[in-house]
């Protein structure tokens, strides 16, 4: 097992495709966080915004490389027939599988972690002169303030859980372009088509079952209870299809041909 | 000819891509199918229409006599309040720019009927109105005395300072007034944009030195709220209602609504083409994932090194593939959106939702429109794929430049100017070909792109997206010839 997740990690390190996704991470979360938090503004007491979220809209945009790397971390070995070499020199596949599962993690955790933290603070700064003040019942953005902590570490897991999703449905479809468009037509056009169905009921629960629109609740602290579902249950369902994504590739690579 | 037969091959023989094609479509119609059937507003109460078939709001409040022949009627405005809702059951005094007082003149209060009418505004001076959508600006508002002559079909509207001298307003023929119209002066409060939404309001106007000249008049005035139940009337504020009262021949007049036409915000329930469309984004990743693999997959084969040395040229060759993969998502996406939305719409209407009414040649422009969408998005991704020389980048730039934006602007706390801003600059600006929606001038509206209003005219978006993708082809062919394949 050792071998197997040291094998990914050099076969992660020595590529420049991942470290330029990684590093797209950080700087398109905090790039859209603090444009958005530029252009928001908050005229007075009542304007009801929710400035953690507005900080951590990045994510939106961070969650694409997050989940291209996913996607090549599989699908770039089944396009060159690295796949062969990687699953013969571990016949067990569900090991090799479970190592790129663990070092994607591993790798994404810390691109999130400092996409985050780059977003809050982006957000800490810019905000305040937007007027998402203390005079108007904003307090400045801080993780010693539970719900933003929620939040913040919500979003790590949330990037995780959607390269986690890519690397399940990569192993799926073998092909990098077709693995993308899947996942990022689960992520951006489920919550666009959930708009249009009348009725508010099974409008509700699309966005309830959409990996984006329920995990994406973490980073709400305001009006918790207008939300479709609550944070960390929406968060569980991103993880549901992430791991239900993973099985079905861990048990398609272990039966097909490769 | 060769080049493009040999492309035209190759997209055909590969299983993959035309089932994708076909996908998108069908997801088209799939999603078209599922908007019409969820809708379920069977039993609501009809949506008024006026004469011109387009949805008014067509609630206020009207003290009314009958007026047979022609005549004359003259009125002084000389107060318009306006109140604004400050929490529950409270109001503060507001400027609502379109609140009305005046004159009107109609057959009956039947909804949708046509009328003409002049009017004091909030802040847009005297205007003399009429069928909801025709709007003539008059004098400013110290101009506050006001005339309706009616004589035959032909109204006419004036304003006056000290009613003796009359600047003519503008006129208006109302069709079916009949013998006996009625006649008498109304209050509209219409909703107030506040923030990223709207705001009921109610106005009150006291009026003064009420004459009919000529004419045979019957009955007392009558006062009523028209339009009571109808859906394009937000109804009063909370503890306010519509109310005339009568003093030393003066009147004092509360109300609310409106007489014009109904934006997205005054007909919340309605339906519009753009959402039975809905299943374009759909049908945008389909073919961006095509347009992408119809390159990067000659590189992943390196099938590219027979294609580059079989063809002529390298820049041809990849106006060959543009032109195939254009054309082909072209007709899969004409098809899609001719099947999708009269399918759609007519489900809808089963289900008793308002679709936003569209003339032929808009139908038209927004099936080539969506059908080019789709097109320009393909050769798009084509020509990132042919720069990056791989599948999945290709395709996450794509879809992050085209389908983010439109996610971007549904947050309810984006600024409509940055809205206003994305929908024309990225290119996210070609979902404007899908605007079916009218902007009034006369009805304030957050006329901002989550509501289906575009900054950008249908066709100017769509030559944004098309712009994109001729220059990112260009560099393509600039990159394909100078690098080794």
Known sequence: VRTALHAEWTKLRTVAGPRWLLLGIVA?????????????????????????????????????????????????????GMIRTTLTAMPRRHIAFAAKAVTVSGVVAAAATVAVLGSLLAGRIVLPGRGFTAAHGHAALSLADGPTLRASVGSILYLILIALLSLGIAAVVR??????????????????????????????LLQRLGPMSAGLTVQATTDLDRLPIGPWAGLAVTAGWAAAALVTGGLLLHHRDA | ?????????????????????????????????????????????????????????????????????????????????????????????????????????????????????????????????????????????????????????????????????????????????????????????PQAVQGLGTTGSVSTATFGD?????????GDWTGEQVGAGSPTFAGYPQGTSGSFTESDGGFTVTGAGDLAPAARYSLPTGGTRGDILTGTFGALIVVIVVGALFITTEYRRNLIHVTLSAGPGRGRVLLAKATVLGAVTFVAGLVGAL????????????????????????????????????????????????????????????????????????????PAGVANWLTRVTPAAAFAVQQTLVRYPQVENPYTPYNGYYPLAPWAGLAVLAGYAMVSLAVAAVVLRRRDA
Request: some cysteine.
């Open chain 1, 28 to 80: 398109a979360s905090v790039a859209l966080s603090a444009g958005a938090a530029s252009v928001v503004t908050c005229a007075s007491a009542a304007c009801g915004g929710d400035p953690t979220a507005v900080a951590l809209i990045g994510v939106m945009l961070g969650q694409a490389p997050a989940a291209v790397l996913g996607v090549l971390v599989i699908s770039g070995e089944c396009g060159t």
């Open chain 1, 175 to 204: 092909d990098s372009a077709t693995g993308i468009g899947i996942v990022l037509a689960l992520l951006y056009v489920l919550p666009i088509v959930a708009q249009v169905i009348g009725d508010p009921h099974w409008q509700r």
């Open chain 2, 1 to 189: 000819v060769s080049v493009l037969h040999a492309e035209w091959t190759k997209f055909r023989t590969v299983a993959g891509w035309v089932a994708g094609t076909a996908a998108a479509a069908l997801l088209m119609v799939l999603v078209a199918l599922l908007a019409g059937v969820s809708s379920d507003q069977k039993g609501a109460p009809p949506v008024p229409v006026g004469p011109g078939g387009e949805p008014v709001t067509d609630s206020f409040y009207f003290v009314h006599r009958p007026l047979t022949g022609d005549g004359s009627i003259t009125v002084t405005v000389s107060a318009l309040a306006t109140g604004v809702p400050d929490g529950p059951g409270e109001l503060r005094p507001g400027v609502v720019p379109w609140a009305k007082a005046g004159l009107l003149i109609r057959q009956s209060t039947r909804q949708g009927t046509s009328y003409a009418a002049i009017m004091v505004t909030g802040s847009h001076g005297v205007r003399m109105q009429d069928d909801y959508v025709h709007d003539t600006a008059g004098p400013a508002v110290s101009y506050r005395r006001l005339r309706l002559d009616r004589s035959g079909d032909l109204i006419t509207g004036y304003a006056s300072t000290d009613g003796t001298n009359w600047t003519e307003v503008g006129t208006a023929r109302v069709r079916g007034l009949g013998s006996t119209a009625q006649v008498g002066m109304f209050v509209a409060s």
């Open chain 2, 210 to 218: 009420l004459r009919l000249h000529g004419g045979r008049t019957g």
């Open chain 2, 339 to 414: 099947v999708a939305a009269p399918l759609g719409e007519r489900l809808a209407r089963a289900n008793g939702v308002y679709i936003f009414p569209v003339s032929p040649a808009t139908q038209l422009r927004v099936a080539l429109g969506t059908a080019a969408l789709l097109a320009c998005a393909s050769i798009l991704a084509l020509s990132v794929g042919t720069v990056l020389r791989r599948g999945a980048g290709a395709v996450t730039t794509v879809i992050v430049i085209t389908v983010l934006p439109y996610l971007l602007i549904a947050n309810p706390f984006m």
